[in-house]
Nanobody, 124 residues
Framework: EVQLVESGGGLVQAGGSLRLSCAAS????????TGWFRQAPGKEREGVSW????????YYTDSVKGRFTISSDNAKNTVYLQMNSLKPEDTAVYYC?????????????????WGQGTQVTVSS
């Protein structure tokens, strides 16, 4: 059974920080991208960032560049998203996904496996 479990969400004030974790079981991160998407109420799911364990390449959507940092611990099959300088517009359910192609478009259709999501709420 393939399972991705996110944790680390919560409620923070604008300007605060959170670190999300995505722990994988039933598969190992490989040449495919593992990334984070987010979805706010009434909005489409949006790609945030990905990392490719095989070569360490990363991607960030423009709205989070300079504020978010993605990293991975391959031995633990865990991917992290450090979120700093959080803004109210970052409020969303954040989902971990893997099996992506490593494209800047970050289409949800690229990703084969998804976690259950963790809520991030940023107050103003």
């Amino acid at each position: 059974e393939v399972q991705l479990v996110e944790s680390g969400g919560g409620l923070v004030q604008a300007g605060g920080s959170l670190r999300l974790s995505c722990a994988a079981s039933g598969l190992a991160f490989d040449d495919h991208a593992t990334g984070w998407f987010r979805q706010a109420p009434g909005k489409e799911r949006e790609g945030v960032s990905w990392i490719r364990s095989s070569d360490g390449r990363t991607y960030y959507t423009d709205s989070v560049k300079g504020r978010f940092t993605i990293s991975s611990d391959n031995a633990k099959n865990t991917v992290y998203l450090q979120m700093n300088s959080l803004k109210p517009e970052d409020t969303a359910v954040y989902y971990c996904a893997t099996g992506g192609s490593g494209l800047a478009t970050m289409s949800v259709y690229e990703y084969d496996y998804w976690g259950q999501g963790t809520q991030v709420t940023v107050s103003s």
